[in-house]
């Protein structure tokens, strides 16, 4: 029993853009055929305008058999048990700017120059496949279906009843909303319903962000971009991750809807205890905001207590300096993630980066933050990860402190 | 010398709207007079929106004479004599959503539904009718320039001029960008190299967020807003204010520029410590970021260096909370203010909240942060704000720690 139960709250799989074909809907295939040279075009233009093109090439030179498990059931398998890890929770876009669903239902589902059914047909074929995907260790595997929520609300409760009964069990929305409803909206209260119903984990992954203001226009536009733009998107980007919970909050939608689980995954954690600071103070009437009227009265806890009891954190790419902080955050809402296969992700260096943010920590504040609380969150087996556990996870002495360090 | 110099970092001051007329150039005045009964009543529907009229109804009630400070020198001098208060930055809006400038030329300088030749239009009367205002106090008034500098930064040069030759001490700059160019791009150089080169302060004062987002369309409109928009609006709007700092660092601009002058004023601080560590965490490339290429090499110092040479804080209606926090925060970079006349401020209990928030602390750390600090960072002659202070000012022994509190 020295050997601990990981779960990575944070791994993302995908299949080469060509092979969602078979998944999509007939009638859109057509489309697809013209749209799919378009997309790559368009994927290889913005990985260079982050000039990063070279950098990913060098990392996946001779890696390509592991990446492979972003899309292959043994490769991935095999992967995950070299890394240490019993079970995961998957995002879409497998590896980075490649292995993303057509028709822009990848990760960041935008609300511009998308077409929403197209859109929608695009997280489907994702959804299906999936859904395949997971079925084949269905212990170890919480899969989550992208959901562009914001066009149609029943037509996102409809997905949502199909992906409980595919056996996925959690749904990407949108972080940005565009011009479209932002998530206070008492429309997306049948969304929140079925997502409490149907025990579907509501999740916010970082990455979109308004990229047009940093870039000097589209992040796949031609050209040279701003001095400073990947800073400024770099120190931005969890915010913009965030901001949907300020809106879940004082919209609300956890006194409404008291059991709603939501995640806010690869965003960091290190913003949670000065987050929370600022809106429990805002919270409490004071002088300076008396002149605002009443606009607490319809919830009856403070914001971080919604946090505490809703709020769970997708703690990817986790540094020590989090861990440190684990109690501030909150040891109960810290999943720590992999983010497999992407190269900003712990994988192939798993156990040393873990070693490096975990090392002397009590044990049971360790195994709660790498696994014991996504297993619970998510619903896994917990006896079956005890039994993969047992065979691939870490021994817990690799955490003992070290005054070499 | 018991007394302390009090300059307050964020104070307001405007004309009632009908009197903006004589200060226009002629050419405007009809469209002035067509406009100003729609001015009107667009700032008495956006105070039943917030459902705050009655509350500001109340407050202003007895006042009448000392609100008229707004406008009135004075009046105004009594006032700040009365709360203790030596020296004053001023920006436009005089009482809250009153006494604003004509065409959008006010505090949230928006870029849509503005004409922008008229928003210089507006923000032109405002600045000639402030130099007259301060003029009648040079010593103690640092008046701040409305510069609506998205749209022309040749224009915004020629203003900064202006501004510099009839007295004025700062600009105020608009915090969102819109649909136009944001902070870093190149093409502010000038801007930047003006505001060094005439020792002008360029300041993003707190106000400004995507109402649209909260109240689900302007918050100007007619009809029932969104649950929660206040309380978003609240949560939100310190970061909008802050945004544009992120540009300037990041842009390299303190790089350039390295005399640049900036504040941030009305967001509270107690948003530094986390974001400086957020900033410098990012500048120090790590494992995770290095997908992302070289986006550092433009810069020679941390991003908490540029800050604390560089930046200060305007830390109006500061509580103690952020008094505890000022050694993350920076004595040296925090300016505490009234915010006189907004209701939101310290007036009239200024001492009252002065005492609540600084009691026990340091002497030397107090002074700095009631007006030291502010009088060295706009250049006000401290021999004439000590007769003043020697006058008007609190004496130190009411910050003397007490047992009862």
Redesign the interface.
């Known amino acids: 029993m020295s050997r601990l139960i990981v779960v990575s709250s944070d791994c993302h799989a995908g299949l080469p853009p060509e092979r969602y074909r078979e998944y999509l809907d007939p009638q859109h295939r057509a489309t697809f055929d013209v749209a799919l040279p378009v997309q790559i075009q368009m994927l290889q233009q913005a990985s260079a305008k982050?000039?990063?093109a070279d950098?990913?090439r060098e990392?996946r030179r001779g890696r390509e058999a592991d990446l492979a498990g972003a899309w292959d059931h043994n490769a991935r398998l095999r992967v995950l048990d070299g890394d240490g890890i019993a079970g995961e929770v998957i995002f879409p876009d497998g590896i980075?700017e490649m292995n993303t669903p057509p028709f822009g239902a990848g990760l960041s589902l935008p609300t511009e120059d998308v077409v929403p059914e197209l859109q929608w047909a695009g997280a489907r074929a994702h959804n299906r496949w999936l859904a395949e995907l997971c079925a084949m260790a269905p212990q170890r595997r919480a899969g989550v279906a992208i959901v562009p929520a914001l066009w149609d609300v029943d037509e996102s409760v409809r997905e949502l009843q199909w992906a409980r009964e595919h056996g996925l069990r959690g749904v990407l929305l949108p972080c940005m909303?565009g011009k479209l409803?932002?998530y206070?909206?008492?429309k997306y209260d049948p969304l929140w319903a079925a997502c409490q119903d149907l025990e579907l984990v509501a999740h916010f992954h970082s990455g979109p962000a308004p990229a047009e203001?940093?870039f000097?226009g589209s992040m796949f536009a031609e050209g040279a971009s701003?001095?400073?733009?990947?800073?400024?998107y770099?120190?931005?980007v969890?915010?913009w991750n965030v901001?949907p919970l300020?809106?879940l909050?004082?919209?609300?939608i956890f006194e409404r809807f008291p059991r709603l689980k939501v995640a806010i995954t690869e965003g960091t954690s290190?913003?949670v205890?000065?987050y929370l600071?600022?809106?429990d103070?805002?919270?409490s009437v004071?002088?300076?905001?008396?002149?605002?009227?009443?606009?607490?009265s319809?919830m009856s806890m403070k914001p971080s207590e919604y946090f505490a009891r809703n709020v769970m954190v997708g703690a990817s790419?986790m540094?020590r300096?989090e861990a440190e902080l684990r109690h501030e955050i909150g040891v109960g809402n810290i999943m720590w993630g992999s983010d497999y296969p992407h190269?900003?992700?712990s994988w192939p260096?798993t156990r040393e980066?873990m070693v490096e943010t975990f090392r002397g920590l009590p044990r049971a504040e360790i195994a709660a933050m790498v696994g014991g609380n996504a297993a619970a969150f998510y619903g896994f087996d917990g006896d079956a990860l005890r039994r993969i556990a047992d065979r691939v996870g870490p021994d817990h002495s690799m955490f003992a402190a070290s005054t070499d360090r």
């Open positions: 982050f000039l990063v950098i990913n990392w980075t909303w409803a932002p206070h909206h008492p203001d940093y000097g701003l001095p400073g733009a990947v800073g400024i770099i120190s931005e969890a915010w901001r300020t809106f909050i004082w919209g609300g290190i913003w205890p000065s600071e600022l809106l103070q805002r919270y004071t002088p300076y905001s008396a002149k605002l009227g009443d606009y607490t319809h790419c540094p300096r190269p900003e992700g260096q980066q």
